[in-house]
């Protein structure tokens, strides 16, 4: 019964840098990791990155890494996403997941171990 909703999606130019959050409608409850996968057209969804809440620990899909930054808001339920030097590659929909338990037996780069998705918000690159 997670909610989450993305925004600050939109349009931005080679090179500028956009930040994107994914709040989780829980309650009190707080995930065990939040992630952000994106996918572009044509493309299979790939994973972004993801956050563990308890001590915060990130992880980045290479391509990413040294631009984006995860950070998260423990007492808001609230990921972010901020993305600097952004390339037009980067285009896709953004789409946050949220893993409610520990005891993972697979990576939380697999989008299988996630148990709410949002809806996504589109990030456009242009050159």
């Known amino acids: 019964q997670v909610q989450l909703v993305e925004s600050g999606g939109g349009l931005v130019q080679a090179g500028g840098s956009l930040s994107v959050s994914c709040a989780a409608s829980?309650?009190?409850?707080?995930?065990?990791?939040m992630g952000w996968f994106r996918q572009a057209p044509g493309k299979e969804r790939e994973f972004v990155g993801r956050?563990?809440?308890?001590?915060?620990?990130?992880d980045y899909a290479d391509s990413v890494k040294g631009r984006f930054t995860i950070s998260r808001d423990n007492a808001k339920n609230t990921m972010y996403l901020q993305m600097n030097s952004l390339k037009p590659e980067d285009t896709a929909v953004y789409t946050c997941?949220?893993?409610?338990?520990?005891?993972?037996?697979?990576?939380?780069?697999?989008?299988?171990?996630?148990?709410?998705w949002g809806q996504g918000t589109q990030v456009t690159v242009s050159s």
């Open positions: 997941a949220y893993r409610t338990s520990g005891g993972l037996s697979r990576s939380l780069r697999s989008d299988s171990v996630y148990d709410y």
């Open positions: 956050i563990t809440w308890n001590f915060g620990i990130t």
């Open positions: 829980a309650g009190t409850f707080s995930p065990y990791a």
